[in-house]
């Protein structure tokens, strides 16, 4: 696995943008929860094991981070997974860690992703004929949310050689600086 050459140096101003993100996700699992504890109490237990599988798996993705033991952007996203990493994972290198951090990684999206479909499905199963706009609100918040994170904390992480969410802001960052008429940049 590689990183960046040069290792970001979090701002005062860059933790405080970390927190825009974070304002809808909160709000997204506050209501979320909510509303599935309305509908049963083992579908908060599951909805929150789902998230706690996240942060599994994304402290096996920290363990190489050079942020680990400092400031991580993803405490903002509601990740506990850095301090997890470190009770885990003893050495910040691991003998496997291109191999451990691709497998993580995969982890980490489907059971993301598993996530957030476990709880759309029981929401708008259980709720959209009562609540649909609060059903529809939940669904926004985590949409706003997603592009805020892809804008704000892609472009800085330290993974940005080996994270697919990186090389797509690379990609999506070099087709914007070619259509204003430049050449690309080289990141």
């Not at 959209?128 to 805020?148: D, S």
């Amino acid at each position: 696995m590689s990183h960046t050459k040069h290792v970001y140096q979090w701002s005062k101003q860059d933790r405080v943008l970390h927190l825009l993100p974070a304002i809808p996700l909160i709000a997204y699992y506050v209501g979320s929860v909510y509303l599935l504890a309305m509908g049963s109490i083992y579908l908060v237990v599951i909805f929150l094991l789902l998230w706690v599988a996240v942060n599994v798996f994304a402290a096996g993705i920290c363990a190489g981070c050079p942020y680990r033991g400092g400031y991580c952007p993803g405490i903002c996203q509601l990740y506990f997974a850095p301090f997890l990493s470190t009770m885990i994972y003893k050495s910040r290198e691991r003998d496997s860690c291109a191999r451990s951090f691709k497998a993580n990684l995969v982890l980490l999206g489907a059971f993301g992703m598993g996530g957030y479909v476990f709880g759309f499905y029981w929401l708008f199963r259980l709720h959209w004929h009562e609540h649909p706009i609060i059903v529809l609100g939940l669904l926004a918040l985590l949409l706003i949310h997603m592009p805020l994170s892809f804008f704000i904390l892609c472009p800085k992480c330290s993974y940005n050689d080996t994270c697919p969410m990186a090389n797509v802001h690379k990609v999506f960052k070099k087709k914007r600086d070619f259509n204003r008429g430049g050449k690309g940049s080289q990141d």
